[in-house]
T-cell receptor, first 112, second 119 residues
């Protein structure tokens, strides 16, 4: 089955700086990669996703990049703000298999 | 938030007792999932359902059973709770993660979670 590794497990950045979270996956057939944000005590919520036929996707301050050859994808947050503090999860899935495999999460702390 | 509720939201029980958690959706989505969330492990799939009476195991299914007799309800049962099952349990729904090319059909929505403590 699919295995997703996520690094780092914790990350602290100064407000206004950029943050990068990286994930690798094992199943070369995986073709959809969402990122979820979970604030303290809340449910995970989708913030951005990317399909395997796309190399990069942006949504305002958030971007995701995908390298299919190396089987890794990354979340980039620019101009970080205090409300970006949360736990972020990456995930991967193969079309036709309706089961997401999640990474173990990254706790991002934005330092004012 | 998508129309997903979980009940109860908090429960404390003793080892050896049966526990049933309920997930209810009003979105008429086909797929429903139960995850557990533990520090250092992220979200791990327990069981999922791809239709009424159609279920399958996830990566951590031992000690858990599920049932789905209606589209809107997905029940998770711990037949005999153990302390290792102390966790936060999330239900999730999706219309279809893979089959549709439309972005609206690809999101997995999570319920608010149930915090279960087994003493």
């Amino acid at each position: 089955g699919e295995n997703v590794e996520q690094h780092p497990s914790t990350l602290s950045v100064q407000e206004g700086d950029s943050a990068v979270i990286k994930c690798t996956y094992s199943d070369s057939a995986s073709n959809y990669f969402p990122w979820y944000k979970q604030e303290l005590g809340k449910r995970p919520q989708l913030i951005i996703d990317i399909r395997s036929n796309v190399g990069e996707k942006k949504d305002q301050r958030i971007a995701v990049t995908l390298n299919k050859t190396a089987k890794h994808f990354s979340l980039h947050i620019t101009e970080t703000q205090p409300e970006d503090s949360a736990v972020y999860f990456c995930a991967a899935i193969n079309f036709g298999n309706e089961k997401l495999t999640f990474g173990t999460g990254t706790r991002l702390t934005i330092i004012p | 938030d998508a129309g997903i509720t979980q009940s109860p939201r908090h429960k404390v029980t003793e080892t050896g007792t049966p526990v049933t958690l309920r997930c209810h959706q009003t979105e008429n989505h086909r797929y429903m999932y139960w995850y557990r969330q533990d520090p250092g492990h992220g979200l791990r799939l327990i069981h999922y359902s791809y239709g009424v009476k159609d279920t399958d195991k996830g990566e951590v299914s031992d000690g858990y059973s599920v049932s789905r007799s209606k589209t809107e309800d997905f029940l998770l049962t711990l037949e005999s709770a153990t302390s290792s099952q102390t966790s936060v349990y999330f239900c999730a729904i999706s219309e279809s993660l893979g089959a549709s090319q439309l972005a609206d059909h690809n999101e997995q929505f999570f319920g608010p979670g149930t915090r279960l403590t087994v003493l």
